[in-house]
C-alpha cells in the first residue's frame, strides 16, 4: 500500500503539534523554546534544506515580529500606565459605585471590558481582584459571584480583541486589517461578554470559596516603585485614553475603504490610523496625561513605560516563535496538506478555525499560542478560499473563539482565576472551565451569524 506525499505531510504535521504538546505538557519546556525545536524538527523532516531552514524560521519570526511586537509592546506601555496612575482602580470604583451594590458584578464586568483592551488577561486579574475583594467584604457576598464575570470579560477581550497577541498575530498571518477586524470583532466581544457575565452570575450564585483567596499580588510589571503622585485620574479620562487608539485604527481604516486615494486626507488618516502610530500617540498622551501633567519625573514616567517591557517580553517571543512554526508549516507543505485534509471534511472553514484553535487550547493551554498555531495551519486554506477581508476577519474571530476554550488545570490562568478567588479545582471546573467553553462556543456562533453579511 503506497502512501500519498500529502498523506506523509499530514503525519509530519500530527507528529509535529503531538511533540510541542508533548515538550510543553510533559517536560514542561518553556513554549518559545519548544516552538522553535518543533519548528527545526518539522523543517527537516519535511525535507526542507538544512542550510535553509534556519533562515526559513528567522524569516517567519522576523515577519511576525515586525507587525506585531509593536502592538503589543505599545500596548503593554499603556495598560501599565494605566495601572500604576491608579486609573484602573478608580474606573472600576466609579463603576461599581455608579451600578451600586446590588448589581456591583455588572460594574465590576464593565471594569474588565474597558481595562481588557489594553491590558493583558493574567495582569487585568490581577490589577482588578484587590477590588473585588474589596467590594465583597463591603457588601457581605461571596466573592467569586464577583469576580468570575470581571475574569471571564478580561477573557474575551484577551483572545478576540487587538492589541493582544493571539488577535494580532491571527491578523497577521491570515492578512487581515486590524482595523477591519477591529470592526467585525468588537460587536462579538460585546454580546458575548454580556453573555458570559450573566452566566458567571447564575453559575456562582450563593456559591462560598472552599478555601481562603490568595491575599498575592505579584504585578508582572515588576518592581518599579509606584510615583502616585496627587488624586487619581478620573474614570472619564482613563476610558478616554483607552478608547483614542481603537477609535483612530477604525477611522483609518473606514478612510482606506471608503475615501477616495487621491489628496492628502485620506493618507494622512491612513498614517494616524495605522495600529503601532495610533498606539504610540497613546502611549505619549497617557504619559502627559497620567504622568507628568500630574507632577511626576520625567524619570518616573520613563522607569514606568520601560516596567511594562520585561512582563511582555516572553509574549512577544513566544508569538514570534509561533510566526516561525507557522512559516515551515507552510513552506513545507505541511500547512497546505492538513488545509486540504480539513476542507475536505466538507465542515466550513470558519468552522475548522474555531475547532483547530479549541483542540490546541484544551490540549496545551495558552489562549495565544492556540491562535497562532490554529491561524498558522488554517492559512492556506484560508488564502486559497478567497473569502475576502471581511470573511478572512470572522476566521480571526473564530480562531479567538476557540482559543478561550474550555480553560483548565493545563492553563496558568485557570490557577490565577482559582487561586485569587479561593476556589478549589472542583469548584473552578465546574464555573471557570464551564464558562470559558461557553464563551468560546457563544463567540464562535456570533460569528458564525455575521458571515452570511460579511
Given at each position: ?230 488624586e487619581p485620574p478620573s474614570a472619564a479620562t482613563i476610558v478616554s485614553l ?46 502627559w496625561v497620567l504622568g507628568v501633567r500630574r507632577g511626576w519625573p520625567l ?113 496558568a490562568g485557570f490557577w490565577i482565576v482559582t487561586r485569587l478567588t479561593g ?32
Amino acid at each position: 500500500m503506497s502512501v500519498s506525499p500529502a498523506q506523509i505531510s499530514l503525519l509530519i504535521g500530527a507528529v509535529g503539534v503531538a511533540s510541542l504538546l508533548v515538550l510543553i505538557l510533559r517536560f514542561k519546556l518553556q513554549p518559545f523554546l519548544a516552538l522553535l525545536m518543533v519548528s527545526l524538527g518539522v523543517g527537516a523532516a519535511a525535507g526542507i534544506a538544512p542550510d535553509k531552514l534556519p533562515a526559513l524560521i528567522e524569516t517567519g519570526v522576523g515577519s511576525t515580529l515586525g507587525h506585531v511586537a509593536l502592538i503589543i509592546a505599545l500596548g503593554a506601555m499603556i495598560g501599565r500606565l494605566v495601572e500604576v496612575s491608579g486609573g484602573a482602580d478608580q474606573l472600576a470604583s466609579e463603576l461599581v459605585r455608579r451600578f451600586g451594590a446590588s448589581r456591583a458584578a455588572v460594574g465590576l464586568a464593565v471594569a474588565g471590558l474597558l481595562v481588557g483592551i489594553p491590558v493583558f488577561f493574567e495582569v487585568g486579574v490581577v490589577m482588578l481582584m484587590p477590588l473585588a475583594a474589596g467590594t465583597a467584604r463591603r457588601t457581605g457576598r461571596p466573592l467569586p459571584g464577583l469576580a468570575l464575570p470581571l475574569c471571564i470579560v478580561l477573557l474575551v477581550v484577551h483572545a478576540l480583541l487587538p492589541p493582544h497577541p493571539g488577535a494580532v498575530a491571527a491578523a497577521s498571518l491570515l492578512h487581515v486589517d486590524l482595523g477591519r477586524l477591529i470592526l467585525w470583532a468588537a460587536p462579538v466581544v460585546l454580546v458575548t461578554a454580556a453573555f458570559s457575565a450573566g452566566l458567571a452570575m447564575v453559575l456562582t450564585r450563593g456559591m462560598q470559596p472552599a478555601q481562603a483567596p490568595s491575599p498575592e499580588h505579584d504585578e508582572p510589571g515588576g518592581d518599579t516603585a509606584k510615583p502616585a503622585l496627587g488624586e487619581p485620574p478620573s474614570a472619564a479620562t482613563i476610558v478616554s485614553l483607552i478608547l483614542l487608539p481603537i477609535g483612530l485604527i477604525l477611522v483609518g481604516s473606514i478612510a482606506t475603504m471608503m475615501m477616495p486615494a487621491r489628496g492628502w486626507v485620506r493618507p494622512a488618516l491612513a498614517l494616524l490610523g495605522s495600529p503601532f502610530v495610533a498606539l504610540l500617540l497613546d502611549v505619549l498622551l497617557c504619559s502627559w496625561v497620567l504622568g507628568v501633567r500630574r507632577g511626576w519625573p520625567l524619570k518616573a514616567v520613563g522607569d514606568v513605560v520601560g516596567s511594562a517591557l520585561p512582563a511582555v517580553a516572553i509574549v512577544i517571543l513566544i508569538t514570534g516563535a509561533g510566526g516561525g512554526f507557522a512559516k515551515v508549516l507552510v513552506a513545507s507543505g505541511v500547512g497546505g496538506a492538513v488545509s486540504d485534509a480539513l476542507v475536505s471534511t466538507g465542515l466550513p472553514i470558519l468552522a475548522l478555525a474555531f475547532l483547530l484553535a479549541l483542540l490546541l487550547r484544551v490540549a496545551q493551554g495558552p489562549t495565544a499560542v492556540a491562535i497562532i498555531a490554529a491561524a498558522g495551519i488554517v492559512a492556506p486554506a484560508v488564502a486559497q478560499a478567497h473569502l475576502g477581508p471581511d470573511r478572512a476577519a470572522l476566521v480571526c474571530v473564530a480562531l479567538g473563539a476557540g482559543g478561550m476554550f474550555g480553560s483548565h488545570v493545563n492553563d496558568a490562568g485557570f490557577w490565577i482565576v482559582t487561586r485569587l478567588t479561593g476556589l478549589d479545582v472542583a469548584q473552578g471546573l465546574r464555573t471557570w472551565t464551564v464558562l470559558s467553553a461557553s464563551a468560546g462556543v457563544f463567540a464562535f456562533g456570533l460569528a458564525a451569524m455575521l458571515w452570511r453579511f460579511a
